[in-house]
């Protein structure tokens, strides 16, 4: 009853039994291999049920937090729309048990964050790390944060994203066989909390659990008992639905390309699947018309998509086919990702979208392979991987059907064979090394006895040393001739290998698939490989090798760790550790934005642009992510159309994905007049590999999400003066629609300003950065952008000590009881509750200081406002001269040592109460600043700050990275929660 509150449908067998015998008890299994098309994504309502009993129980022991990882190419994700779906079925009467048992209130919704739409990134499951949440991300998103090097994220919050990611979370991997680094990974972490986590027991049985169910049809990792369908599944008279699904119908054909081009002949053979022919009017005429079919074209590559479609649309001109075409690649911006699945909507091809009047075609890249729940009528692709062939069977005939038969038509060609000849292997001959035999020494002529066996010893020996000197030579030679065969055969494997792996293929499918490739057809060829080795070798072979990958250990996520460290040495970057050793083209992130922080005179500086970024941080909703050279060609083509009095200005930013500058760039460095302007060229497309490029809206090239270098907008826009420009989050314009009531999906925007404004006078937006655009001859800013964010939003350091004026005791005492709420409902012991309430009632404690109160304005708030004592939130701005650097965590440490509460502590409890008040804004990991702190000498100040650093190693020790950072995560969430409440008092 409850499943299908949650779905709208009854469960199948095989989601009744996986909860039964798996999440009711409070485990999981090593892995879930369910056919696609089956409802693997399911498995969060089941578990949002489980978790609600153990809640209502007291006894939880699965994780709160699930995190659902689909593959980065993923523009359409199935996941997000049932992790929206879910949320909303909860707010329903029905499920008004459910929702009190996960402890939300009347008015508290599921926190989710999605991959697009309203929910995308959003974070909301940072507020509160004893309620459920869901996350959907990508492995590039998710893997990042869990190693403490979130792309995206900034240092001082890495910790906090790594801490509720690394404890207390089940990670659903889907599609696991496509990226078997990261399923890895998380095995790694999962089967090893020991060597991660605290080597006490005690203490490891206190730390939610870090868990890991891979979700694959075709699974790579061998584990011990995964969960698979049994006969029963499918054969229960209750679920026909199950069986119906399993036995679609879809009919394999193989048809060779022979001389024509791949993109013509996709387009033919999808053009003929949505044909008919009939009598026309009783004579031997016959008419050809259209059916209204729903054909997807799948494309290895996205140059020969583009050009299939092109062919389709030739074909489609004046027909009933006509602007029904759609190309769906990855290298979407993430905000047109909604738009492209009303697209989808449109034409028919998401699954349970209703019959269709017109034929359509979809021709897609691998995007279309993964997390999407596409269902087309037939289908006509190029030959790749096995696993790849098997998402792409998915794809159609999804619900099946007595009257349903989906006609796949699979065009191969073998590659062109190499020149190259498979070497002669050497025939060696036998050799004996000789027998060892020592150099006599002459005993002189004096004793003839003796000399005569001397000469028949050294006769002996000269023999011995010319059949070892041709022994060396022989097997100089042999080993010369082995290892240029070696070479040969390493050359002649490698300039064959394409050809065999397309060998391999074609015999998979011609001999052991053959026709049929119906999800049961593909569940007993899997069968059937667990039992035959020649097959599983075969399946293997046909398959993408899996890349190398590095191996995890603890120094690495020690070093990771360590993020209030600028650099280290022993910080690699994480991409390996997550993908692989892959051989793909480097990928670079572009973005658009209405208003950059550029500046004529005086010239911007580095830490202005990065505080810019700090304060209007890039959001997921804006990237678009494709591959640097294609971002290049765009750019260069772009740049070649515009105005040449435009050269000098500035087009774009460079930034790394910590958000620290690299580069200002303007139009004339696309322009390769000379061959020092083409050198330039290739150093700047050398930079941009791995960075993220946010550019001026006025650039333009941007078309329904997607590159285009010929669009007319930006510069390009037909009429100068009412310029037509790309959505950008800092526009004008709504970014992307929200529930009434709901914040904006962007917490920042930007008013550009040549007059003062009394902030006061709005309760909602506050400004947060004053970017000077121009100064007069004083210096003084005469026009200047505003950042503003939203209320209860903390983009910069300042912002979680702007709000509404509040006292410092008032704001402590509210931290305390938020932090021993979170304490209660995770069932912590009651010393470990007392010693979370004890940080919170003393982390802002050194805001007491002289120079953080004038800094802050809060003589003049609390006159204002009529508040006694210091404050610990103010309106704001900050001054930062007058703040000198000063970090208010460090000179709260000798308050909270001094206090009754603190002693009362064990040594233990003690110091991770002044780690977590160290640590609760980022810092402290294991470095924090001394500067502008007054109240002790230099020496007595870095004594402290050594013991920070030393601290932070001890109890990195004792509760292991992901330990420690999510205690640090359950008093930053009550400090937010309480400035949150802070905030609704003045709303309200």
């Given at each position: 009853m409850q499943?299908?509150?949650?779905?709208?449908?009854?469960?199948m067998?095989w989601?009744q039994?996986?909860?039964?015998?798996?999440?009711a008890?409070g485990?999981?299994p090593?892995?879930?291999s369910?056919?696609t098309g089956?409802g693997?994504?399911?498995?969060?309502?089941?578990?949002?049920i489980?978790?609600a009993q153990?809640m209502?129980?007291?006894?939880?022991r699965?994780?709160r937090?699930l995190?659902?990882?689909v593959?980065?190419?993923?523009?359409?994700?199935?996941a997000?729309k049932f992790?929206?779906?879910?949320?909303?079925?909860l707010?329903?009467?029905?499920?008004?048990e459910?929702?009190?048992?996960?402890g939300?209130?009347?008015?508290?919704t599921l926190?989710?964050?999605t991959?697009?739409?309203?929910f995308?990134?959003?974070?909301?499951?940072?507020?509160d790390?004893?309620?459920?949440?869901?996350?959907?991300?990508t492995?590039?998103?998710?893997?990042?944060r869990?190693?403490f090097?979130?792309?995206?994220v900034?240092?001082?919050?890495?910790p906090?994203?790594?801490?509720?990611l690394?404890?207390d979370?089940?990670?659903?991997l889907?599609?696991a066989?496509?990226?078997?680094?990261?399923?890895a990974?998380l095995?790694e972490?999962?089967?090893?909390?020991g060597k991660?986590?605290?080597?006490?027991?005690?203490?490891g049985?206190?730390?939610?659990?870090?868990?890991?169910?891979?979700?694959?049809a075709?699974g790579?990792?061998?584990t011990a008992?995964?969960?698979?369908?049994e006969?029963k599944?499918?054969?229960?008279?209750?679920d026909?639905?199950?069986?119906?699904?399993?036995a679609?119908k879809?009919?394999?054909?193989?048809?060779?390309?022979?001389d024509?081009k791949l993109?013509d002949?996709l387009?033919?053979q999808?053009?003929?699947?949505?044909?008919?022919t009939?009598?026309?009017?009783?004579?031997?005429?016959?008419?050809?018309?259209?059916?209204?079919?729903?054909v997807?074209?799948?494309c290895?590559?996205?140059d020969?998509?583009?050009?299939?479609q092109?062919a389709?649309?030739k074909?489609?001109?004046?027909?009933?086919?006509?602007?029904?075409?759609e190309l769906f690649v990855g290298?979407r911006?993430?905000?047109?990702?909604t738009?492209?699945?009303?697209?989808?909507?449109?034409?028919?091809?998401l699954?349970?979208?209703g019959?269709?009047?017109?034929?359509?075609?979809?021709?897609a890249?691998?995007?279309?392979?993964?997390?999407v729940?596409?269902?087309?009528?037939h289908?006509?692709?190029d030959?790749?991987?096995?696993?790849?062939?098997?998402?792409?069977?998915?794809?159609?005939?999804?619900r099946?059907?007595?009257a349903?038969?989906?006609q796949?038509?699979?065009i191969h060609?073998?590659?062109?064979?190499p020149?190259?000849?498979?070497?002669?292997?050497p025939n060696?001959e036998?050799?004996a090394?000789?027998?060892?035999?020592?150099k006599?020494?002459?005993p002189?002529k004096k004793?003839?006895?003796?000399?005569?066996?001397y000469?028949?010893v050294k006769?002996e020996?000269?023999?011995?040393k010319?059949?070892?000197?041709?022994?060396e030579e022989?097997?100089?030679d042999?080993d010369a001739?082995?290892?240029?065969?070696?070479?040969?055969?390493?050359?002649?494997?490698?300039?064959?290998?394409?050809?065999?792996l397309y060998?391999k293929?074609?015999i998979?499918?011609?001999?052991?698939?053959?026709?049929?490739?119906?999800?049961e057809?593909?569940r007993q060829l899997?069968?059937?490989?667990g039992k035959?080795?020649?097959?599983?070798?075969?399946?293997?072979?046909?398959?993408?090798?899996?890349?190398?990958r590095?191996?995890?250990?603890?120094?690495l996520?020690?070093?990771?760790s360590?993020?209030?460290l600028?650099e280290h040495?022993g910080?690699?970057?994480v991409?390996p550790?997550?993908?692989g050793?892959?051989?793909?083209?480097?990928?670079?992130?572009?973005?658009?934005?209405?208003y950059?922080p550029?500046?004529?005179?005086?010239?911007v500086?580095?830490k202005e642009i990065?505080?810019?970024?700090?304060a209007?941080?890039?959001?997921?909703?804006?990237?678009?992510?494709?591959e640097?050279?294609?971002?290049?060609?765009?750019?260069k083509?772009r740049?070649g159309?515009?105005?040449?009095?435009?050269k000098?200005q500035?087009?774009?930013?460079?930034?790394?994905?910590?958000?620290?500058?690299v580069?200002?760039?303007?139009?004339?460095?696309?322009?390769d007049?000379?061959?020092d302007?083409?050198?330039r060229?290739?150093?700047?497309?050398?930079?941009f590999r791995?960075k993220?490029?946010?550019?001026?809206a006025s650039?333009?090239?941007?078309?329904?999400?997607?590159?285009?270098?010929?669009v007319?907008?930006g510069?390009?826009?037909?009429?100068?003066?009412?310029?037509?420009?790309?959505a950008?989050a800092?526009g004008?314009?709504?970014?992307?629609?929200?529930?009434?009531?709901?914040?904006?999906?962007?917490h920042f925007?930007?008013?550009e300003?040549d007059?003062?404004?009394?902030?006061?006078?709005?309760?909602v937006?506050r400004?947060?950065?004053?970017?000077?655009?121009?100064?007069?001859?004083?210096?003084?800013a005469?026009?200047?952008?505003?950042?503003?964010?939203?209320?209860d939003?903390s983009n910069?350091e300042?912002?979680?000590?702007e709000?509404?004026?509040q006292?410092l005791?008032?704001?402590?005492?509210?931290?305390?009881?938020?932090a021993?709420?979170?304490?209660?409902?995770?069932?912590?012991?009651?010393?470990?509750?007392?010693?979370?309430?004890t940080?919170?009632?003393?982390h802002?404690?050194?805001?007491r200081?002289?120079?953080?109160?004038?800094?802050?304005?809060?003589e003049?708030d609390?006159?204002?406002?009529?508040?006694n004592?210091?404050l610990?939130k103010t309106r704001?701005?900050?001054?930062l001269?007058?703040?000198?650097?000063?970090?208010?965590?460090f000179?709260?440490l000798?308050?909270?040592?001094?206090?009754?509460?603190?002693?009362?502590?064990?040594?233990?409890?003690?110091?991770l109460?002044?780690?977590?008040i160290a640590?609760?804004?980022?810092?402290?990991?294991?470095l924090i600043?001394?500067k502008?702190?007054?109240?002790a000498?230099t020496?007595?100040l870095?004594?402290?700050a050594?013991?920070?650093?030393?601290?932070?190693?001890r109890?990195?020790k004792?509760?292991g990275p992901?330990?420690?950072?999510?205690?640090e995560a359950?008093l930053r969430?009550?400090?937010?929660?309480?400035?949150?409440?802070?905030?609704?008092?003045?709303?309200?």
């Open positions: 499943f299908e509150i949650l779905t709208g449908f009854k469960p067998r989601q039994r996986i909860y039964d015998e798996h999440f008890m485990k999981f090593t892995a879930v369910v056919p089956l693997k994504t399911a498995i969060m309502a089941i578990w949002i489980a978790l153990q209502n129980s007291g006894q939880v699965l994780p937090r995190v659902y990882v593959d980065r190419r993923a523009v359409v994700d199935q997000t992790a929206e779906d879910l949320r909303a079925n707010q329903k009467s029905g499920a008004a459910l929702r009190a048992a996960l939300l209130g009347k008015d508290e926190p989710i964050s991959l697009r739409g309203q995308v990134d959003n974070r909301d499951w940072l507020a790390p004893s309620r459920p949440a869901i996350i959907v991300g492995v590039d998103m998710i893997g990042s869990l190693l090097e979130g792309y995206g900034s240092r001082k919050m890495r906090y994203h790594a801490g509720l690394g404890a979370t089940l990670v659903l889907d599609e066989h496509l990226v078997p680094p990261f399923e990974l095995a972490m999962a089967d090893n909390a991660y986590g605290p080597q006490d027991e005690e203490l049985r206190l730390l939610p659990k870090f868990q890991l169910l891979p979700l694959s075709t790579r990792r061998q008992k995964p969960f698979r369908l006969v599944d499918f054969c229960h008279p209750d026909a639905f199950a069986l119906q699904r399993l679609a879809k009919r394999l054909t193989l048809q060779y390309l022979g024509k993109e002949a387009a033919e999808a053009w003929a699947m949505a044909q008919t009939r009598e026309q009017n009783n004579s031997e005429n016959l008419k050809t018309t259209l059916k209204p079919v729903r997807i074209v799948y290895n590559s996205r020969v998509a583009e050009k299939t092109a389709l649309d074909r489609a001109k004046k027909s009933a086919a006509e602007g029904r075409t290298a911006r993430v905000k047109e990702r738009d492209a699945e009303q697209r989808l909507k449109e034409l028919g091809f699954a349970g979208t019959e269709q009047t017109d034929p359509a075609f979809l021709v890249t691998s995007a279309g392979e993964v997390g729940d596409l269902d087309a009528d289908l006509v692709c030959l790749v991987a096995w696993e790849r062939m098997v998402q792409r069977f998915g794809r159609v005939n999804r099946g059907g007595e349903r038969q989906a796949i038509r699979v060609s073998a590659p062109k064979s020149k190259t000849t498979k070497p002669e292997q060696h036998v050799l090394e000789p027998k060892q035999i020592e006599p020494k002459s002189g004793d003839p006895e003796k000399y005569e066996n000469l028949v006769e020996y000269d023999a011995f010319k059949a070892q000197k041709k022994y022989t097997k100089k042999q001739r082995q290892l240029a065969y070696d070479e040969a055969l390493a050359k002649y494997r490698q300039d064959w290998a394409e050809t065999f060998r293929r074609l998979l499918l011609k001999r052991y698939v053959k026709c049929d490739v119906s999800p057809s593909l899997n069968e059937r490989a035959d080795e020649k097959l599983a070798r075969l399946i293997s072979d046909a398959s993408s090798p899996a890349p190398l590095p191996a995890l250990n603890r120094a996520v020690d070093a990771w360590m993020t209030s600028p040495t910080r690699p970057e991409a550790w997550l993908r050793w892959v051989d793909e083209p480097p990928q670079t992130t572009v973005i658009w934005r209405k950059l550029v500046r004529t005179n005086p010239q500086t580095k990065e505080d810019f970024f700090e209007a941080p890039i959001h997921t909703s804006e990237r678009l992510e494709t640097t050279f294609r971002v290049m060609k765009w750019l083509t740049a159309k515009v105005d040449v009095q435009i000098d500035v087009f774009g930013l460079l930034l790394t994905t910590d958000g620290k500058h580069q200002t760039l303007h139009v004339k460095d696309l322009l007049d000379s061959k302007d083409k050198k060229n290739e150093e700047i497309e050398q930079s791995g993220t490029l946010v550019l001026s650039f333009g090239g941007l078309n329904g999400g997607l590159l285009s270098a010929d007319k907008n510069w390009l826009s037909p009429d100068k003066d009412k310029m037509q420009l790309p950008t800092d004008d314009d709504e970014w992307m629609a929200v529930n009434l009531g709901d914040p904006p999906v962007i925007r930007i008013i300003r007059t003062e404004f009394d902030e006061d006078s709005n309760d937006w400004e947060s950065l004053h970017f000077d655009l121009a100064r007069n001859a004083d210096g003084e005469t026009r200047w952008l505003s950042i503003q964010k939203w209320r939003t910069t300042n912002d979680r000590a709000g509404r004026p006292a005791g008032e704001h402590q005492c509210w931290a305390a009881k938020r021993e709420a979170i304490g209660q409902r995770l069932g912590l012991p009651n010393d470990y509750i007392t010693m979370l309430a940080a919170a009632r003393l802002d404690e050194g805001k200081a002289r120079n953080w109160q004038r800094a802050f304005h809060a003049r609390a006159r204002k406002f009529k508040i004592g210091p610990a704001g701005p900050i001054n001269q007058l703040l000198d650097g000063y970090r208010h965590e000179g709260s000798p308050y909270a040592m001094g206090d009754a509460g603190f002693q009362r502590l064990s040594q233990d409890m003690q110091d109460v002044l780690h977590l640590a609760h804004h980022g810092f402290a990991r294991p600043a001394t502008g702190c007054e109240e000498p020496s007595k870095e004594e402290r050594r013991e920070v650093a030393l601290r932070y190693a109890l990195q004792r509760w992901w330990g420690l950072a999510w205690w359950l969430a009550a400090d937010v929660q309480a400035s949150r409440d802070n905030d609704n008092r003045e709303k309200n």
